[in-house]
């Protein structure tokens, strides 16, 4: 149990999970690169002792695997179980209170303690400029803070209790801010801060904001965690740190007395400036919009002080492993707060938010002589109306009939639902509505489209394992190449704009009807580049699901409308970068040649096996 970052560190360190990097490293895309190659390697976390241009250590790849941090929270991850699966059933303690004395016990610990006394953050008061500026992308628009812990108190309601502790980026320099006065703050309306705002816009007062940085690493988990309906953040940091939240107001402002740095700031109504660009997890750029400006008050520094940074890109990166911990603390809530819903699975390999994979009970007809989606098509309502879930584009959801199925092996799954998706009727599109604010491949900011693919009952098909001669010679078309079974990639023309792309498609779809019917291969993605796309399953994943909105780039073969539900024979994904979208990420090679000095013989990143 940590009472700091620096305990946090050392612990590490003893037990091999740390390593230390004594040469200077430029904060200017080295510290990025030098992270995600480690990453890669599956590597320890590193601390940077030798930032140019600040006197403060940084630490990056800390939750880089499950394993380590499961290390850091090995003492208290037992009662945290507990207690979140007794937030999911509180009958359990009614029916064996004696069996749950420990537990609560260990919540009423966690609950945040107000302190009068030393406050440890508020030792120095420094400026922006002061810290660790980094930046993670050549294309980005100025330094970012990855790890934020943002906080504020509801308006009207003042106290701990009511407030909101979330994950949001933070830009700190670049683009309109004038350095050390102004930074921007990133957020979605429906978020807890963006509630807030609303609020206090509403009173026609500024949000008082608190930008927490380091401290026990419980706490940076904490501003991240989809918690049950009255659990607070800082309720949970204490529970999984093993020490309660400590706290003070300065000005007005809550410090947390921990944190290794504070920044204080308001953020007043209808104040913006643009943020970003920004290299984002679904591995492209976020681009430049207007975002929440917030006036700097002051800022905070611990002796010592470590900054704690991460950085995203195409998935995986190190939030990849923050998912997977999270999952591990709440993958049953799901179950709970949806009755019928067995699993559901964010893909990674996605980007998260586009994909998803959901396994459901099949209850509703249990005579009915021929097997057909029912319950899972309420099911998937539900699932796309359910907190971040509600941001996904792509739905495949099934039924367990007579096999086991498990939504966690990609390939296998796709395959089970592509075995048995009836194409004339179970496909079904939610138009003009709302996707992740991150996501470019939909008609402006937040607006796109859904579909869901809805398969249950007997096997309908065997798919194709190699790729079928009928795909093989498609004038304008080339390079076709299986993917997994019953998915193929096709390499199509370059287009400027949706009506030619309509037009190219209308195209493939008369010249794959004329070869006769194709039932082997239920699903074609016409791509840029077919031999990346089938070279990896991630590959497919990634470009397939990033780059389409289903309204717009989902075409069929033999495609026709009754009852306005759309059916077709086989379904065509134009997964092509559309002229629209956001830029992909890009490592610089001129960077990954400075940081091979890190990797040297004799340097401080040399022994590692990389």
Same mark, same amino acid.
């Given at each position: 149990?940590?009472?700091?970052?620096?305990?946090?560190?050392?612990?590490?360190?003893?037990?091999?999970?740390?390593?230390r990097?004594?040469?200077?490293?430029?904060?200017?895309?080295?510290?990025?690169?030098?992270?995600?190659?480690?990453?890669e390697?599956?590597?320890?976390?590193?601390?940077?002792?030798?930032?140019?241009?600040?006197?403060?250590?940084?630490?990056?790849?800390?939750?880089?695997?499950?394993?380590?941090?499961?290390?850091?929270?090995?003492?208290?991850?037992?009662?945290?179980?507990?207690?979140?699966?007794?937030?999911?059933?509180?009958?359990?303690?009614?029916?064996?209170?004696?069996?749950?004395?420990?537990?609560?016990l260990?919540?009423w610990?966690?609950?945040?303690?107000?302190?009068?006394?030393?406050?440890?953050?508020?030792?120095q008061?420094?400026?922006?400029?002061?810290?660790?500026?980094?930046?993670?992308?050549?294309?980005?628009?100025?330094?970012?803070?990855?790890?934020?812990?943002?906080?504020?108190?509801?308006?009207?309601?003042?106290?701990?209790?009511?407030?909101?502790?979330?994950?949001?980026?933070?830009?700190?320099?670049?683009?309109?801010?004038?350095?050390?006065?102004?930074?921007?703050?990133?957020?979605?309306?429906?978020?807890?801060?963006?509630?807030?705002?609303?609020?206090?816009?509403?009173?026609?007062?500024?949000?008082?904001?608190?930008?927490?940085?380091?401290?026990?690493?419980?706490?940076?988990?904490?501003?991240?965690?989809?918690?049950?309906?009255?659990?607070?953040?800082?309720?949970?940091?204490?529970?999984?740190?093993?020490?309660?939240?400590?706290?003070s107001?300065?000005?007005?402002?809550? @410090? #947390?007395?921990?944190?290794?740095?504070? =920044? &204080?700031? *308001?953020?007043?109504?209808?104040? +913006?400036?643009?943020?970003?660009?920004?290299g984002?997890?679904?591995?492209?750029?976020?681009?430049?919009?207007?975002?929440?400006l917030?006036?700097?008050?002051?800022?905070?520094?611990?002796?010592?002080?470590?900054?704690?940074?991460?950085?995203?890109?195409?998935?995986?990166?190190?939030?990849?492993?923050?998912?997977?911990?999270?999952?591990?603390?709440?993958?049953?809530?799901?179950?709970?707060?949806?009755?019928?819903?067995?699993?559901?699975?964010?893909?990674?390999?996605?980007?998260?938010?586009?994909?998803?994979?959901?396994?459901g009970?099949?209850?509703?007809?249990?005579?009915?002589?021929?097997?057909?989606?029912?319950?899972?098509?309420?099911?998937?309502?539900?699932?796309?109306?359910?907190?971040? @879930? #509600?941001?996904?584009?792509?739905?495949? =959801? &099934?039924? *367990?009939?007579?096999?086991?199925? +498990?939504?966690?092996?990609?390939?296998?799954?796709?395959?089970?639902?592509?075995?048995?998706?009836?194409?004339?009727?179970?496909?079904?599109?939610?138009?003009?509505?709302?996707?992740?604010?991150?996501?470019?491949s939909?008609?402006?900011?937040?607006?796109?489209?859904?579909?869901?693919f809805?398969?249950?009952?007997?096997?309908?098909?065997e798919?194709?394992?190699?790729?079928?001669?009928?795909?093989?010679?498609?004038?304008?078309?080339?390079?076709?190449?299986?993917?997994?079974?019953?998915?193929?990639?096709?390499?199509?023309?370059?287009?400027?704009?949706?009506?030619?792309?309509?037009?190219?498609?209308?195209?493939?779809?008369?010249?794959?009807?004329?070869?006769?019917?194709?039932?082997?291969?239920?699903?074609?993605?016409?791509?840029?580049?077919?031999?990346?796309l089938?070279?990896?399953?991630?590959?497919?994943?990634?470009?397939?699901?990033?780059?389409?909105?289903?309204?717009?780039?989902?075409?069929?073969?033999?495609?026709?409308?009754?009852?306005?539900?759309?059916?077709?024979?086989?379904?065509?994904?134009?997964?092509?970068?559309?002229?629209?979208?956001?830029?992909?990420?890009?490592?610089?090679?001129?960077?990954?040649?400075?940081?091979?000095?890190?990797?040297?013989?004799?340097?401080?990143?040399?022994?590692?096996?990389?």
């Open positions: 149990m940590y009472r700091h970052l620096e305990q946090c560190v050392l612990d590490l360190e003893q037990n091999g999970h740390l390593v990097i004594k040469e200077e490293v430029d904060p200017h895309l080295e510290m990025a690169a030098i992270h995600m190659k480690v990453f390697a599956g590597g320890p976390a590193l601390l940077f002792e030798n930032v140019k241009g600040s006197k403060f250590r940084a630490i990056s790849n800390l939750f880089g695997t499950v394993e380590r941090s499961k290390f850091m929270f090995r003492h208290t991850w037992e009662s945290v179980e507990r207690v979140m699966d007794l937030r999911g059933d509180p009958m359990k303690a009614l029916k064996n209170p004696f069996g749950h004395i420990g537990t609560g260990a919540a610990k966690a609950l945040p303690k107000q302190s009068s006394g030393s406050v440890p953050v508020a030792a008061e420094i400026q922006i400029s002061d810290l660790p500026l980094i930046k993670h992308w050549q294309g980005d628009g100025g330094a970012f803070v990855t790890l934020p812990q943002v906080f504020t108190e509801e308006p009207g309601k003042p106290g701990l209790m009511n407030a909101n502790l979330g994950m949001y980026r933070v830009q700190l320099s670049g683009n309109d801010y004038e350095l050390n006065k102004e930074i921007g703050v990133h957020y979605q309306i429906h978020r807890g801060i963006g509630i807030h705002q609303d609020l206090a816009n509403k009173l026609g007062k500024p949000l008082k904001v608190s930008i927490f940085v380091g401290g026990p690493p419980a706490h940076t988990l904490a501003a991240v965690m989809p918690l049950p309906e009255g659990l607070s953040e800082m309720t949970f940091a204490g529970l999984l740190a093993g020490r309660r939240f400590r706290y107001y300065r000005d007005g402002f809550v @410090l #947390s007395n921990d944190a290794d740095f504070v =920044i &204080t700031g *308001e953020i007043h109504p209808g104040e +913006t400036k643009p943020e970003g660009p920004f984002d997890h679904l591995g492209y750029y976020s681009l430049t919009h207007p975002f929440p917030m006036k700097v008050h002051k800022v905070y520094a611990k002796p010592n002080a470590i900054w704690p940074f991460t950085v995203v890109g195409r998935p995986p990166q190190e939030d990849t492993a923050f998912g997977a911990l999270i999952h591990e603390l709440t993958g049953d809530a799901i179950k709970q707060e949806i009755p019928g819903v067995k699993e559901v699975h964010a893909v990674d390999a996605a980007g998260v938010h586009p994909l998803l994979f959901a396994i009970s099949e209850r509703y007809t249990p005579y009915q002589q021929v097997k057909r989606p029912t319950e899972i098509l309420t099911l998937a309502n539900r699932i796309l109306g359910t907190g971040q @879930l #509600s941001l996904a584009k792509y739905l495949f =959801i &099934t039924a *367990e009939d007579k096999q086991p199925v +498990t939504t966690h092996h990609e390939a296998e799954f796709l395959a089970y639902v592509l075995e048995r998706l009836e194409l004339r009727r179970d496909i079904h599109f939610y138009t003009n509505t709302t996707i992740d604010t991150l996501d470019y939909g008609t402006g900011l937040n607006e796109g489209s859904k579909v869901v809805a398969a249950y009952g007997e096997k309908k098909r798919l194709c394992r190699e790729t079928p001669d009928a795909l093989k010679e498609l004038r304008g078309f080339e390079n076709a190449r299986l993917v997994m079974p019953g998915i193929v990639a096709i390499q199509g023309p370059a287009f400027t704009s949706y009506a030619d792309a309509k037009a190219q498609l209308q195209g493939l779809s008369e010249a794959i009807a004329e070869k006769g019917p194709l039932p082997s291969c239920p699903m074609i993605i016409l791509c840029d580049d077919s031999t990346f089938s070279a990896k399953v991630d590959n497919f994943l990634w470009a397939t699901f990033t780059r389409s909105n289903p309204s717009h780039d989902i075409y069929g073969v033999n495609s026709s409308y009754e009852h306005k539900h759309w059916a077709c024979d086989n379904v065509i994904i134009d997964a092509r970068t559309k002229p629209h979208q956001a830029p992909p990420l890009i490592a610089d090679p001129a960077v990954e040649k400075r940081i091979e000095r890190l990797f040297a013989t004799g340097a401080s990143l040399g022994g590692l096996k990389l």
